[in-house]
Every structure is written in C-alpha cells, then in structure tokens.
C-alpha cells in the first residue's frame, strides 16, 4: 500500500514569512497527526485529527500555526509569520484506529524546514 | 497526555552484542509503542505492547513492560550495523506522545 505522503521534502525561508505542508495519508486512515521535531529531540504532537474533527491541538501555537484536514483526507500546516524557532523537521502520521485509541502511527518522510 | 523518558541518550556498542533502551513514563496508558528512526527519515513502527502484556518477542526485539513501575524496555539482540539509529518510545493516552529517543550506534 502506499504511504504517507508529505511535499515539500525541504524548504527554506526568511523569518516572518509564510510556509505551508501538506500531507496525504494513508488511504482509508481515520487519524492524522502533525508533530514537529526539532534536531535532537523527539517528536512533539502538534495537532491531532480524526475524520476532519480536531481532537488535540492544545500544543499548537495558534497565533502563528493553522491546520486544516480537507474532507478527513488531506491535510495543511501552515506557518505564517515563521519564526528561527520554527526550524524543524515536521512529521505527518495517520492511523487507521479511531476512536480512543491511537494503534500503530505510519509516518511520512517529513518536510525539513529551516527558518533565516 | 505524558510523554515517555528514554535512556540512555545515547548508547555505541559492537556488532553482535546486545543493546537495551529504557523507557519511563508519568501516568496510566493503553499501550505503549517503540519506534526507530534513521537520520533524515520518518519514524517507523517497531513493536506495540498493551497496558496487560507483560513481554512482547519480533524477531531480535523484546519489549518489557511493567505498568508498576510505569516503565518499558526494548532489547535489541545480536546488533547489526544497520540498527544503528534514534528509538523512541511513545505512550498512547488519546494521543501519541514521545519521548526525547536513544541514539544507537552499531560499530562494525
């Protein structure tokens, strides 16, 4: 089956720009996640998706970060105005569990963003 | 929701012999999962253990759990160069949370 989806690979840009990922999961996932992961940290969960409901988005640094989950298939994280802080590598997983449970994460490739 | 505590940081060891990651975590959870990642890729799914398991076995995997403790392990035999990699635990409460990983280093 094919996996998670994530475009673009990497991007750079200037602090106080824009930036959008977008993210298809795998076909048929009920959950979508983002997390960011800094360079030598774990991933930490930004916003949590089910169908196109927003279940956990209490991470998410709302007065610069937006999230949209289009039809309950794919997804957009934006950034806008990016920040230094921002540099990260940021990760798109699904799971067909839904529900209270989470079950097995698939993740994408992740966009590598880094922020001048 | 927590996060999972890994150690060590970082763990190097030789080919053939065999490396454990710990895992510790704050509160209740329904199961909890292991996770590898090679530089510059995503993660990958390695084994899932529920709040009732006590020991899970794939291939030269073994997982621990003791909810007591509130603590994983994840025992890697016979190491391979290409495990060399970053492990994470990760505690599912709702949500999945991470914890910092353990960078492995295989050395042929």
């Known amino acids: 089956e094919a996996g998670v989806a994530q475009s673009p690979r990497y991007k750079i840009i200037e602090k106080r720009q824009s930036v959008a990922f977008w993210c298809n999961p795998i076909?048929?996932?009920?959950?979508l996640y983002w997390y960011q992961q800094i360079l030598g940290q774990g991933p930490k969960l930004l916003i949590q998706f089910q169908n196109n409901g927003v279940v956990d988005d209490s991470q998410l640094p709302k007065d610069r970060f937006s999230a949209e989950r289009l039809k309950g298939v794919d997804s957009t994280l934006k950034i806008q105005p990016a920040k230094l802080e921002d540099s990260a590598v940021y990760l798109c997983?699904?799971?067909?569990?839904?529900?209270?449970?989470?079950?097995?994460?698939?993740f994408g490739s992740g966009t590598q963003l880094s922020v001048l | 929701s927590q996060q999972g505590e890994e150690d060590p940081q970082a763990l190097s060891i030789q080919e053939g012999e065999n490396a454990t990651m710990n895992c510790s975590y704050k509160t209740s959870i329904n199961n909890l999962q292991w996770y590898r990642q090679n530089s510059g890729r995503g993660l990958v799914h390695l084994i899932l253990?529920?709040?009732?398991?006590r020991e899970k076995h794939s291939g030269r995997l073994r997982v621990t759990l003791d909810t007591s403790k509130k603590s994983s392990s994840l025992l890697i035999t016979a190491s391979r160069a290409a495990d060399t990699a970053s492990y994470f635990c990760a505690t599912e409460d709702n949500d999945m949370r991470f914890g910092a990983g353990t960078r492995l280093t295989v050395k042929p």
């Open positions: 253990i529920r709040s009732n398991e």
């Open positions: 997983a699904s799971s067909l569990v839904s529900g209270p449970r989470v079950g097995k994460l698939f």
């Open positions: 076909s048929g996932h009920a959950t």
